[in-house]
């Protein structure tokens, strides 16, 4: 092959050889794209500064569901040594029968499922209140 000194845009550089098309030669002036970095994000929650049960400060336990934010002590729990692994508070569990609870009060951890809703908790303005509060 004998080398083509013509300096046309699209030649090939060597005699004999065809010019390049208008899309090779523009792949290959590309730059290759730059990936782009996922940001990471903050799998830190904001968790409450008062136990849900008693609300006072200090040494407390938080609850891994998602995003809940609920605090408590081990002494309102009736724990004596912080659970290990991942650990659901008992305002995701229904208060008579431990089955996932679909209705929570606001002011305190008592839940209820679909079946023991009735009579243990009511609506009042936007906002579920059991019969504790009531």
């Given amino acids: ?4 000194a013509c300096g046309a845009e699209n030649c090939s550089g060597f005699l004999g050889v065809r010019p390049k098309t208008a899309a ?3 792949n290959e002036k590309k730059e290759p794209k730059k990936k782009r ?5 903050d799998k830190r929650r904001d968790h409450e500064d008062d136990c849900f049960r008693c609300g006072e400060g200090g040494e407390l336990v938080m609850c891994d569901k998602g995003n809940c934010p ?5 002494q309102c ?3 004596t040594k912080p659970p ?3 650990w659901l508070c008992p305002w995701h569990h229904c208060d008579d029968c431990g ?11 008592n839940s209820y499922c679909a079946v023991h809703t009735e009579g243990n908790i009511f609506k009042v303005d936007d906002a ?7």
């Fill in 70 to 74: 609920k605090v408590y002590h081990l």
């Fill in 24 to 26: 090779a030669a523009a």
């Fill in 37 to 41: 970095r996922k940001k990471k994000l």
């Fill in 84 to 86: 290990s692994g991942k």
């Fill in 128 to 134: 579920h209140i059991c019969c504790d509060h009531t």
């Fill in 99 to 109: 089955k996932p609870a679909t209705v929570k009060c606001f002011e305190c951890p």
């Fill in 1 to 4: 092959k004998k080398a083509c």
């Fill in 77 to 79: 729990l009736k724990l």
